[in-house]
């Protein structure tokens, strides 16, 4: 019964920074609101000490570059992304040029002012930037070709945001446009796209075709292989490969294409725009906006900031009518109303 009594208490506070006032209160009253107090000071303890990324804003230090459309195409869907989201991080973009090489140190600098949580290296030139100046601080990267190998060295974690559209999708168009397709070929660097090949190798199987991939280590070598690979295939499939996309690889390929009709797979419409068949690119916006996702991933748990991660969306399909034309084939009309055709 006597806890019912009311009882004066003078003002104290509490580990909340609170203040239970001389009003007249309950003793069960007077535990609620300290209990309640306290309860609020372990959270906002925990908070700081287990999971600082929930309570404040992070800095991220963007290193790119402004000369090359699809890099700012993949930025604007990244900070569009960045402003719609709930906690809002310190953004900074820096441009690191390798036409100038000698800005690179101010840029490093100016990034480590910022003390960044998390870098986001658009180019393969940002992620060599990041593995000298920065190889401590947490990478995501992407608009690369394959896999740089010291992209994944270091002692931070690195993620990969990759532009590869997976093979299978690809063949199935191919087979769609060209029924008679039995085998498709490829000229390949292992160093530079072998994870990419044998992914081919293995969606070609899957579809009942054969997959003729001819390795090679230079790009003088490539020009030999190219035309043996055309003497016994019905296509020709483009992988990210810097070895293989030379200007006088590519023209070769080009040239035995149109001379044997054996279509090329491109990999985006630049491709098809040089005389590919058709391609199926990356949406980069969207990848912009998957890069943020990843990023608020990341600084939740930086130890799952790892790997190569492939762009979930279906891609672009882009079709050279004029080549569709020079080799008899008939686009299906769902292609033609799910494609861009290019004239």
């Not at 397709?181 to 072998?194: E, L």
């Not at 499939?237 to 810097?242: E, H």
């Given at each position: 019964m006597c806890c019912k009594q009311p009882v004066r208490l003078l003002c104290f506070k509490t580990l909340g920074g609170g203040c239970i006032s001389t009003q007249s209160l309950t003793v069960r009253d007077m535990m609620q609101q300290v209990l309640k107090k306290i309860s609020c000071a372990y959270f906002i303890l925990f908070c700081l000490a287990a999971a600082p990324h929930l309570c404040q804003a992070s800095n991220i230090a963007v290193i790119t570059r402004n000369d090359i459309i699809p890099y700012t195409v993949f930025l604007e869907g990244y900070t569009q992304a960045g402003k719609s989201a709930e906690q809002r991080h310190a953004i900074k973009i820096f441009e690191a040029d390798p036409r100038n090489p000698d800005n690179d140190k101010d840029i490093a600098g100016q990034v480590a002012a910022l003390k960044p949580d998390i870098l986001l290296c658009i180019g393969l030139h940002a992620v060599t930037f990041r593995q000298i100046h920065f190889p401590n601080i947490t990478m995501i990267y992407s608009m690369v070709f394959g896999t740089p190998g010291q992209a994944i060295q270091g002692k931070a974690p690195a993620l990969e945001l990759s532009m590869n559209i997976n093979p299978g999708k690809k063949i199935a168009v191919l087979r769609e446009l060209h029924p008679n397709?039995?085998?498709?070929?490829?000229?390949?660097?292992?160093?530079?796209?072998?994870d990419q090949v044998t992914e081919a190798i293995r969606e070609a199987k899957k579809q009942g075709l054969a997959f003729d991939a001819v390795s090679i280590a230079s790009s003088?070598?490539?020009?030999?292989?190219v035309e043996a690979v055309f003497s016994r295939t019905d296509a020709?499939?483009?992988?990210?490969?810097?070895?293989?996309l030379t200007p006088q690889v590519l023209e070769a390929i080009f040239t035995c294409s149109f001379r044997s009709k054996a279509p090329v797979i491109g990999l985006s419409e630049k491709y098809v725009n040089l005389g590919a068949l058709f391609a199926i690119e990356c949406d980069v916006k969207a990848l912009g906006q998957e890069a943020w996702r990843s990023t608020e991933s990341c600084l939740a748990d930086r130890e799952k900031c790892s790997g190569v991660k492939t762009a979930q969306e279906k891609g672009r399909l882009v079709i050279n009518k004029k080549i569709a034309d020079k080799m008899g084939l008939k686009i299906p009309d769902m292609a033609i109303k799910e494609g861009s055709l290019v004239k």
């Open positions: 397709i039995r085998t498709i070929g490829a000229v390949y660097d292992p160093n530079q796209a072998g003088r070598d490539a020009m030999a292989a020709f499939m483009l992988f990210f490969d810097k070895t293989v």
